[in-house]
């Protein structure tokens, strides 16, 4: 109103103004009322879109106030012995986990909330889909673990001490339940590329992974190459690739 006044505009038209503004944001609500309604009646007929889009805006909120608590957990570390802080947890779906000096939170959706098998670090926090690969170094071997599948992959060397290796005889044996599978022979299908020096190397370590991989580096007598050994959470085979093929 002091606006309409200020440009002198007569009474007349400062109503009209006025008017308009007010149809202009009456149409505003009832659009946005109108597209709220459409969304609960969405909602409430439990079609696979609107179990995605619940499921986004439950994950954001678990986002949200796990981040939260992370910032509390930073400042109660930072200030004198007996700080203490009352941090409320909103997590409205899915199942939050206190292990391992670690927060878990697992929500199981159809919906693409992050590419499958990949892995975001934000800070302190991580989050993957189909987080359900663990990956560890025992001994002499590399293991590479989901619900399905174990693979064992042969711990050799370094990449600053190279030692003899065979591509044939990397991977131990690979676990399905009581069954295992020994004996797997794999190579370029090139005269002299399975024996030669290199090295293997477990990329990625932890519970709770998107997915994690094994590196081979395999210098041959006719052929410089390298091996990736993959497992992804949801996955019941491992993937093998060859790259960065060089041949002499």
Same mark, same amino acid.
């Given at each position: 109103?002091?606006?309409?006044?200020?440009?002198?505009?007569?009474?007349?038209?400062?109503?009209?103004?006025?008017?308009?503004?007010?149809?202009?944001?009456?149409?505003?609500?009832? =659009?946005?009322?109108?597209?709220?309604?459409?969304?609960?009646?969405?909602?409430?007929?439990?079609?696979?879109?609107?179990?995605?889009?619940?499921?986004?805006?439950? =994950? +954001?909120?678990?986002?949200?106030?796990?981040?939260?608590?992370?910032? +509390?957990?930073?400042?109660?570390?930072?200030e004198s012995l007996g700080s203490q802080r009352v941090?409320?947890? *909103?997590?409205?779906?899915?199942?939050?986990?206190?292990?391992?000096?670690?927060?878990?939170?697992?929500?199981?959706?159809?919906?693409?909330?992050?590419?499958?098998? +990949?892995?975001?670090?934000?800070?302190?926090?991580?989050?993957?889909? *189909?987080?359900?690969?663990?990956?560890?170094?025992? /001994?002499?071997?590399?293991?590479?673990?989901? *619900?399905?599948? %174990?693979?064992?992959?042969?711990?050799?060397?370094?990449?600053?001490?190279?030692?003899?290796?065979?591509?044939?005889?990397?991977?131990?044996?690979?676990?399905?339940?009581?069954?295992? %599978?020994?004996?797997? +022979?794999?190579?370029? /299908?090139?005269?002299?590329?399975?024996? !030669?020096?290199?090295?293997?190397?477990?990329?990625?370590? !932890?519970?709770?992974?998107?997915?994690?991989?094994? %590196?081979?580096?395999?210098?041959?007598?006719?052929?410089?190459?390298?091996?990736? =050994?993959?497992?992804?959470?949801?996955?019941?085979? %491992?993937?093998?690739?060859?790259?960065?093929?060089?041949?002499?």
């Amino acid at each position: 109103m002091n606006a309409c006044a200020s440009q002198g505009k007569s009474r007349e038209g400062s109503q009209k103004s006025l008017h308009r503004r007010g149809q202009i944001w009456v149409s505003y609500v009832l =659009f946005t009322l109108l597209a709220v309604s459409v969304l609960v009646i969405i909602l409430r007929a439990g079609t696979p879109i609107a179990d995605k889009l619940k499921d986004k805006v439950v =994950f +954001s909120k678990a986002e949200e106030s796990i981040i939260g608590l992370d910032s +509390s957990v930073s400042d109660v570390a930072t200030e004198s012995l007996g700080s203490q802080r009352v941090v409320p947890l *909103d997590v409205p779906a899915g199942k939050v986990v206190i292990a391992d000096d670690a927060i878990t939170y697992q929500l199981e959706s159809k919906a693409a909330l992050v590419s499958p098998g +990949s892995t975001i670090d934000r800070g302190s926090m991580t989050i993957a889909a *189909d987080a359900l690969v663990r990956a560890s170094k025992n /001994g002499s071997s590399l293991i590479l673990h989901n *619900d399905v599948l %174990l693979a064992n992959i042969t711990l050799i060397g370094n990449s600053s001490a190279w030692q003899d290796i065979n591509a044939s005889q990397l991977i131990s044996y690979l676990q399905y339940g009581n069954d295992r %599978l020994e004996n797997i +022979s794999i190579g370029l /299908g090139l005269a002299g590329s399975e024996a !030669g020096t290199g090295y293997t190397e477990l990329l990625q370590s !932890g519970t709770a992974l998107g997915a994690a991989t094994v %590196l081979a580096r395999i210098n041959a007598s006719t052929v410089d190459y390298e091996l990736t =050994f993959r497992l992804k959470g949801s996955g019941d085979f %491992l993937e093998l690739q060859a790259r960065n093929i060089v041949v002499k």
